[in-house]
């Protein structure tokens, strides 16, 4: 199975802070990997899908970028809303894997 | 607008089953794959398996191997995820989630359930 590995585990940013969240696959995955935002005991929500195509709806300040084994999630300034716990998912083959989440927290 | 509406929760005794429904609408429910992922307590999200609605083809990760089943019946929109042989370490949050694009497979997750707790105790 594919695996991947987030970094850093818990990042703790001030408002208006801009915060970069790596993800790096055990394998080439193209640009098969989504990122989504989750609060607590809420389904999680798509943020970007293809590595850095945004879902509709998604703020601009949200970026994804990357190909094959790296990734980043960019929130460029921080909002009160965007304290949350991120994961990336990679969907490039019929089994699918999730990072085991970036916690952003307030400073 | 899509939805997708999971049953209650549920309380189980170790070595039972429990089975989870998810009902879709707002949209084709045959033309988008459905996938089921679970949280344990804490963060961590584990990807379970996939059914294909249209033809009801399922894969799962090898952990669950022999464990679980993926059904849907079509005639209400209702996707199922049946786990027997119950553990402590069973006990999450299970969500139904939709892929994005219609008759694809390799997308993303853009719909979720509201989540189904199942707590496995004596």
């Known amino acids: 199975d594919i695996q991947l590995t987030q970094s850093p585990s818990t990042l703790s940013a001030s408002l208006g802070d801009s915060v970069t969240i790596t993800c790096r696959a055990s394998q080439n995955i193209n640009s098969w990997l989504a990122w989504y935002q989750q609060k607590p005991g809420k389904a999680p929500k798509l943020l970007m899908y293809?590595?850095?195509s945004s879902e509709s709806g998604v703020p601009s300040r949200f970026s994804g970028s990357g190909s094959g084994t790296e990734f980043t999630l960019t929130i460029s300034s921080l909002q009160p809303d965007d304290f949350a716990t991120y994961y990336c998912?990679?969907?490039?083959?019929?089994?699918?894997?999730f990072g085991q989440g970036t916690k952003v927290e307030i400073k | 607008q899509v939805q997708m509406v999971q049953s209650g929760a549920e309380v189980k005794a170790p070595g039972a089953s429990v089975k989870v429904s998810c009902k879709a609408s707002g949209y084709t429910f045959t033309g988008h794959f459905i996938h089921w992922v679970r949280q344990a307590p804490g963060p961590g999200l584990e990807w379970m398996g996939w059914i294909n609605p249209n033809t009801g083809v399922t894969n799962h990760a090898q952990k669950f191997q022999g464990r679980v089943t993926m059904t849907r019946d079509t005639s209400i929109s209702t996707a199922y995820m049946e786990l027997s042989s119950l553990r402590s370490d069973d006990t999450a949050l299970y969500f139904c989630?939709?892929?994005?694009?219609?008759?694809?497979?390799?997308?993303?997750?853009?719909?979720w359930g509201q989540g189904t707790m199942i707590t496995v105790s004596s």
């Open positions: 293809k590595a850095s």
């Open positions: 998912q990679q969907y490039s083959s019929a089994s699918r894997t």
């Open positions: 989630a939709r892929v994005r694009t219609k008759d694809w497979a390799l997308d993303a997750f853009d719909m």
